[in-house]
């Protein structure tokens, strides 16, 4: 168990070191910056002047281990639009990224989960029926158009949640279900056919030869085997969530990590944008990092 | 002490039907079978014979919806398991009957120890303290002779040999003591050596006053282990006796095939008998008997009318119409078979 | 009928003999060893499954050599090294006396027409989108370059001599039953006339009425085109019925070897003694009081010191724990690889305590 614990430790670490290699190198790749800060007329010497302030001169590689003992340090440089520390700027707009993915998870665990599990203990029901067809629906309509149709329903029309912007539970609904509507359908058919999966295994069956009651046998074997790859997949989700929340965040007007990104590499303020991949990517290195140990919890088999 | 000649299980009349959407397969079609106390009654057939559905049926842990039993009873002591209650059912399966199933890999969860899914059947019948059911679990352990039972109660499934966990599934079926055992082909995949230990287990277990259904298509574990046997072909019994008796003087043509096809240590090298044709497709069974298609004593009759299931000379059951009176008989077919190939 | 005379054996079983190699495929100390993945101390070897460690025989022209053993005998590695599908760790493997790696590099052609394989799930082995006729014709149209017409013929030919019409080709195999599909993996193991064929338990998946079938046809089939085979199962009377030598596996290493017949007139080392005694026979008359040998199958990551079988030996002595026995012929045809088989070829006997512990 030791030995997986620290493999995967050093698994995470090396992940995280290509990561900055890789965003380093794209945002240098993709055009350069300075272009968009000088004036069309200036001259090379004024346009020398700005790289060197910007750090932005020199061989790559020097370049590289300035920004590698920086970010060490948490100093991922001053954005270039704001002027302000780029990592403190994504750290302000954390807190609303992770309460809209929060009240996404919640509904894709409270409606995804519950309705999957029921249909996967009653298959063919009404529940099963209804819910396959919602998740359908779920994974065929498009982000974006979904977001843009609740808020013309709901918002304009029958007036019942505001439009956009930052605010309280009124205003976290709508964004919530337009994050979350793919994960809850995909969570739904995940842990019907776990359930499914598993209810059908040899050892639910001796279960029953044995002579245990079925909502025994339901609780102890079922749920509990099937649990594992729901767990696994839902934590995926949640990932997912505090990291890709890029199109409701822009259409709902929250501010959160997602809009900055967007934002910034459109206007190629690449100390943000270096900042924001590298928290996008310590997030989900430790949510899968905490996946992967929880696996090693459900199942034995893996420990050793 | 009960009745030496009442049997302790009895089949009568037992029918087994799948709805698919194919067609209907009557995969137990009409099965008599009796198990007496202290006894081995192997059941033996190919797949498709339907003798793990039969073992199934008398647990009524048949897969449903598709799966349903139609007819018949299964009395156990007198009480017909098919019409009680579900909680009667409960109470009965895995305390007076229990099955064990044929994969010790995929038939024990594997997140659960050992020693837990052995207490689970101790729990679903008895109302004990903490300590009675370990201890009851480890009594059982030990009687299907793992050793160190105490400290392996806390091991998970993968932790134990193949062998072993075929054990696990033994100490399971017998912790509650149950007075019929069915084991649906236990052995099948084991290696050769542990098998025979296993059948010593089983031995042991039947000396006890066990009566044991054993499904099997082994006809050498057949031979060594069992009482009685019954041969199953196409969801019907065709043959029944003492293993003795159908062993030397087999009457059905299917088990006279059968017995003569299976290649037998220090026999000779050369050709085997074969049975020819293949096994019946279950949604389309020949009209008659169902055998008659691959029989080399099948008449037009065969092939019309299906046989009842009547006395056998000699002890036991036999549904046949032109049954085989001599060995001999098979080995003038063997000789054209090889003279074919020539 | 299988010839009554047995095949130039007692020769060619004796593996690098001073004389010219006629055997189809010889085997010389052939090692398998599996590293397991290394651990946190990553400077460490990591522990090894010692498959196989140390096997040598050879199958002469038109011999069937069948090899028994339970699991971890390694008997599926020395099918694997065979084919090529895996490399020994060392030791060789000769095909008419070249070696077989270097044959792959340089003349794969040669190999691939000449060695051919049928393994234990029928199901498994054909690709259930290609047609009978795709299956059967591959080999003839990668190696044999065989196209259109005469590959068509030659295809219903094959099926034929397998005993299926050959209207069959244009069907895919999920629409036959097992026996149907395993003799299409004959039909297109015999297509290239190899020289050998390995069968990986070629019986034991299917339905006992058609194993007798599938036998019959592959010793008819052996008679007509003389090739050999290397028959690997775990069932005793079937490798002995069909089989002219036989060797025993345990734990990697090879225990005994002799003429089928031997098998059981005299069984000399104490594993095949034990194993034959496990075997249950399917004739009630025989049915003895026997002692179930012990104890489990040893693992390979860790075998046992000495002889790998001495914990379970009833008659292991002291040397047994420290020495490997080596397997040397002590009658004509027969070897084995016990101390205590003494140099006229003699069995050691077991103890007699045995009877009185029945319980």
Known sequence: MARYFVTRMLQAGITLWLVTVLVFVLVRLSGDPIQLLVSPEATTAEIELVRQNYGLDGPWLDQYVTFLTGALQGDFGSSIRFKEPAMELVLERLPATIKLAAAGMALTIGFGLTVGVISGLRPSGFVDRVGSMIALLGQAVPAFWLAIMLILVFSVQLGWFPTSGYGGFMHMILPAIALSHFSTAALMRLSRSAILDVTGSDYVRLAHLKGVHPFRVATRHVLRNAAIPIVTLASVQLIGMLNGAIVTETIFAWPGVGRLMIDSVNARDFPVIQAGVFVTAVMFIAGNLIVDFTYALLDPRIRY | MTNPTAPLLQVKGLKTHFHTRRGVVRAVDGVDLEVQAGEILGLVGESGSGKSNVCLSIMRAVSGPAGRIVAGEVLLDGRDLLKMSDSELRAVRGREIAMMLQDPTSSLNPVLTVGTQVAEAVNAHRTESGSGVREAVVRALRRVQIPSAEQRQGDYPHQFSGGMRQRVMAAIAVACEPRVILADEPTTALDVTIQAQFLDLMRGLRDTGIGILYVTHDLGVVAELCDRVAVMYAGKIVETGTVEEIFARPRHPYTAGLIASVPVLASGRGRLFQIQGVPPDPLDLPSGCKFAPRCFKATSQCLEEDPPLGERPGGGALRCWHPVEDIAELETVEEGQAHAAN | ?359
Request: net charge negative; glycine share 6%.
């Open chain 3, 1 to 359: 009928m299988p010839p009554t005379e047995a095949l130039p054996a007692a020769t060619t079983t004796e593996p690098s003999s001073a004389e010219p190699d006629v055997s189809v495929i010889s085997v010389h100390d052939l090692v398998k060893h599996f590293p397991l993945q290394r651990g946190l101390r990553f400077w460490v070897e990591p522990p090894t499954v010692r498959a196989l460690d140390g096997v040598s025989f050879s199958i002469a022209r038109g011999q069937t050599y069948g090899l028994v053993g339970e699991s971890g005998s390694g008997k599926s590695t020395i099918a694997n090294l065979l084919l090529g599908l895996e490399t020994p760790t060392s030791g060789e493997v000769l095909f008419s006396g070249q070696p077989v790696q270097r044959l792959l590099k340089s003349d794969a052609r040669t190999y691939r027409t000449g060695v051919q394989a049928v393994f234990q799930n029928p199901n498994a082995s054909l690709n259930p989108r290609m047609r009978v006729a795709e299956i059967v014709g591959e080999l003839l149209q990668l190696h044999l370059k065989l196209k259109g017409e005469a590959r068509t013929r030659r295809v219903a030919e094959l099926l034929t001599l397998v005993g299926l019409p050959p209207t069959y080709a244009q069907r895919f195999p999920h629409e036959f039953s097992g026996g149907q599909q395993q003799r299409i993996a004959i039909a297109r193991a015999i297509s290239t006339n190899p020289r050998l064929i390995v069968l990986d338990e070629p019986v034991s998946a299917l339905d006992v009425s058609i194993r007798a079938q599938v036998l019959n046809l592959l010793s008819d089939l052996q008679q007509q085109f003389g090739m050999s085979y290397l028959l690997i199962a775990h069932d005793l009377a079937v490798v002995q019925r069909v089989s002219d030598v036989v060797g025993v596996l345990y734990l990697g290493k090879m225990v005994e070897e002799c003429a089928s017949e031997e098998l059981t007139e005299n069984p000399l080392h104490p594993y095949t003694r034990a194993l034959l005694d496990s075997v249950p026979i399917p004739d009630p008359a025989r049915r003895r009081e026997r002692q179930p040998i012990q104890g489990e199958i040893g693992s390979a990551l860790n075998p046992p010191s000495g002889c790998r079988f001495h914990p379970r030996c009833p008659v292991a002595i002291d040397r047994c724990s420290v020495e490997e026995p080596p397997l040397i012929e002590v009658l004509p045809g027969h070897r084995v690889a016990c101390h205590l088989v003494d140099a006229t070829g003699v069995a050691p006997e077991p103890p007699l305590p045995e009877t009185a512990e029945v319980a």
